[in-house]
């Protein structure tokens, strides 16, 4: 069956300390992945997606995630976090030619402190 | 418009009413999706829509729930005899096209809170 799983639930990080969120899925065939972030109160926005090609992607806000197609994982990684960071985080999953539901992880909620 | 709208924000209906959602998808969006977000957490797909056609309903449960996109008019997901499980966010997300690599822009939900 399909899945995403984000083992961290919750994070907890000083300002300007560096971040890593994992995300290992399941999925049998081609695999297009996704990060979507959650702020306090605001809808799902895309922080970057991966395809094909360089596995290491960037996006948004110096977000960025490396595809890892022999550990079926896809990180997110930010070198220094701020404040404004604090939210939840999604790993989500499509694939197939037609199948364009995205499977989400359970995600992680980030919390930086000042 | 440039953003998928949904209403209402909040809705709260007592056990067994109806409860009904809508949302408005970005012009020019072909495809419209529902997902439902328990606890903060959780995404579940539910149904989408190529225009006014079901696409994939294989998350639906098999009762109480039901959806449409009629031409020109709000996505609506209806909710018969609403049960206290249904409490959650109801989250409307359209795509131009079916492309899995397309990204799904998302309105900004509607909690439902069933009393």
């Known amino acids: 069956a399909q899945s995403v799983s984000q083992h961290n639930h919750h994070v907890i990080l000083s300002e300007a300390a560096s971040l890593e969120l994992g995300c290992n899925y399941s999925?049998?065939?081609?695999?297009?992945l996704f990060w979507y972030v959650q702020y306090p109160g605001q809808h799902l926005q895309l922080l970057l997606k991966?395809?094909?090609?360089?596995?290491l992607v960037k996006g948004i806000k110096g977000f960025e995630a490396e595809f890892i197609k022999s550990k079926f994982s896809f990180n997110l990684r930010k070198p220094s976090v701020q404040w404004s960071d604090t939210a939840e985080y999604f790993c989500?999953?499509?694939?197939?030619?037609?199948?364009?539901?995205?499977?989400f992880g359970s995600g992680t909620r980030l919390s930086i402190r000042p | 418009g440039e953003e998928v709208a949904q209403t209402p924000k909040h809705l709260v209906r007592g056990e067994g009413q109806k409860a009904k959602l809508y949302c408005a998808p970005i012009?020019?969006?072909?495809?419209v999706f529902w997902y439902q977000q328990v606890l903060k957490n959780e995404f579940k797909f539910l149904i989408s829509?190529?225009?006014?056609?079901?696409?994939?309903e294989t998350g639906m449960p098999k009762e109480r729930f039901s959806a449409k996109c009629l031409p020109n008019s709000p996505c609506s997901l209806e909710i018969q005899a609403t049960k206290l499980e249904d409490s959650a966010v109801y989250f409307c997300?359209?795509?131009?096209?079916?492309?899995?690599?397309?990204?799904?822009?998302f309105g900004p939900g509607t909690r439902l809170t069933v009393l």
């Open positions: 989500a999953v499509t694939g197939g030619s037609s199948a364009s539901k995205i499977i």
């Open positions: 997300a359209s795509s131009p096209t079916r492309t899995p690599r397309d990204e799904q822009f």
């Open positions: 012009k020019g969006h072909s495809y």
């Open positions: 829509f190529q225009n006014e056609n079901v696409f994939d």
């Open positions: 991966y395809f094909s090609g360089d596995p």
């Open positions: 999925y049998g065939g081609t695999v297009n």
